[in-house]
């Protein structure tokens, strides 16, 4: 059984910086692609960023390029996203996710296993 731990998140001002971090236990993590998403209120769940096995390959949504990088630690078993440059349309639950896919991919539908989400909130 896969289990996936999110923390990091709280509230920030807009312009500021949060990491947000995914404890992963139960599979080889070192061999799962890992993925961000985010859901605000009344919106579908989005796609944020992916990361392969050895981080070598990531994707980022174009909302988010160039103020967000994800990276791992494999050792750690941990996944992380580094937010900066926040903006109030950013403030939503995010949620860290794996796939049995061996490759990025943006396909929420591709995802299997799902964390418990953390809130991000960014103020104007």
């Known amino acids: 059984q896969v289990q996936l731990v999110e923390s990091g998140g709280g509230l920030v001002q807009a312009g500021g910086s949060l990491r947000l971090s995914c404890a992963a236990a139960g599979r080889t993590f070192s061999s799962w692609t890992m993925g961000w998403f985010r859901q605000a209120p009344g919106k579908e769940r989005e796609f944020v960023a992916t990361i392969n096995w050895s981080g070598g390959s990531t994707i980022y949504a174009d909302s988010v390029k160039g103020r967000f990088t994800i990276s791992r630690d494999n050792a750690k078993n941990t996944v992380y996203l580094q937010m900066n440059s926040l903006k109030p349309e950013d403030t939503a639950v995010y949620y860290c996710?794996?796939?049995?896919?061996?490759?990025?991919?943006?396909?929420?539908?591709?995802?299997?296993?799902w964390g418990q989400g953390t809130q991000v909130t960014v103020s104007s």
């Open positions: 996710a794996t796939t049995r896919m061996l490759t990025t991919t943006v396909n929420r539908a591709a995802y299997s296993y």
